[in-house]
């Protein structure tokens, strides 16, 4: 059975950093590459961030330079580094793994196996 969860949210004052984590199993983890989405409260749901099996990775423009995404495949886990946070990464972020093992047009949504619950990050002072 496929499970996702996500963990780390929380409250943050701006220019803050937060780690959020991911675990998924029931699937061949270390062989799919693996997103991170988020979706603010009236706003479609943005690919943000993703990590191929190669280890590959590709970031949206919102958030290069001050996200980092990682891959643990001995523990299923993938974290999203989030540093110099402000209001307007306040949202619901979602981990996905995708049944591919590439990043190309991740951030269309298409290709994936499954979503987690999300985890709630909100920026404010």
């Known amino acids: 059975q496929l499970q996702v969860a996500e963990s780390g949210g929380g409250l943050v004052q701006p220019g803050g950093s937060l780690r959020l984590s991911c675990i998924a199993s029931?699937?061949?983890?270390?062989?799919?590459?693996i997103a991170w989405f988020r979706q603010a409260p009236g706003k479609e749901r943005e690919g943000i961030a993703c990590i191929a099996m190669s280890r590959f990775t590709k970031y949206a423009d919102s958030v290069k330079g001050r996200f980092t995404i990682s891959r643990d495949n001995a523990k299923n886990t993938v974290t999203l580094e989030m540093k110099n946070l402000q209001p307007k990464d306040t949202a619901v972020y979602y981990c996905a793994p995708r049944d591919v093992n590439y990043c190309q047009d991740y951030y269309l949504g298409t290709s994936f196996r499954s979503w987690g619950q999300g985890t709630q990050v909100f920026v404010s002072s």
């Open positions: 029931g699937f061949d983890f270390a062989a799919n590459a």
